[in-house]
């Protein structure tokens, strides 16, 4: 998984409670993403960020935050207002210029 | 583990033969190329990549065609064994930070 960690593999939310995927690496890569993956789709980003303090919105982002306080981290909060939030989610990184390496991914459950 | 695509393009081989998955790309000015390949219930694992400079380039067991002039991009495996059934998805790269990413061709190895 090229130093990128994801966790919790399995997450299970109720209706109406935010949760938050974490996704931390080491690789020093100044960019981060986060793709949702549904059966029988590519994927789709959310949001991604190219420096830290700084993020911007993929084409799927209602319903989804994130932050970007440190190089290392890119949490993703799903919020009560994403009203389909099951799926498989993957967190990215990538140096500039090149590919993008992901994580193992955290599969979301609905209660 | 879980499935990654319910419904996507399956090409089924025998074990020992040759594969080619293809992959058309939708943006002219995309010069940077990349095949991933994603096990079920895991995140997508890097495999070969190509620039637009190129038309060829070689790993191992594996190799990416690119054709420019119709946008088509194919990833050749030599001698498939079991262990290369998976979902491979193409992307393309304009230079910026995002990729986009296809639908995914999910390959069947017959023992």
């Known amino acids: 998984d090229g130093g990128i960690t994801q966790s919790p593999k399995y997450l299970f939310r109720k209706e109406g409670q935010n949760v938050t995927l974490s996704c931390e690496q080491n690789l020093n890569h100044d960019a981060m993403y986060w793709y949702r993956q549904d059966p029988g789709q590519g994927l789709r980003l959310i949001y991604y960020?190219?420096?830290?303090?700084?993020?911007q919105k993929g084409d799927i982002a209602e319903g989804y935050s994130v932050s970007r306080e440190k190089k290392e981290s890119f949490p993703l909060t799903v919020t009560s207002a994403q009203k389909n939030p099951t799926a498989f989610y993957l967190c990215?990184?990538?140096?500039?210029?090149?590919?993008?390496?992901f994580g193992p991914g955290t599969r979301l459950l609905v209660l | 583990g879980e499935s990654v695509g319910l419904h996507l393009p399956t090409l089924s081989v025998q074990e020992g033969d040759n594969s080619i998955i293809n992959c058309a790309y939708s943006n002219s000015a995309s010069d940077y190329f990349i095949w991933y390949k994603q096990e079920s219930g895991k995140g997508p694992q890097f495999i070969i990549d190509i620039r637009s400079n190129m038309d060829k380039r070689q790993g191992q067991r594996v190799t990416v065609l690119l054709n420019k002039t119709v946008k088509h991009l194919s990833l050749q495996i030599a001698a498939t064994q079991p262990g290369d059934s998976a979902v491979y998805f193409c992307?393309?790269?304009?230079?910026?930070?995002?990729?986009?990413f296809g639908a995914g061709t999910r390959l069947f190895v017959k023992a």
């Open positions: 960020s190219q420096i830290v303090n700084d993020f």
């Open positions: 990215a990184s990538r140096a500039s210029g090149e590919t993008q390496y």
């Open positions: 992307a393309e790269n304009t230079g910026g930070f995002k990729t986009i």
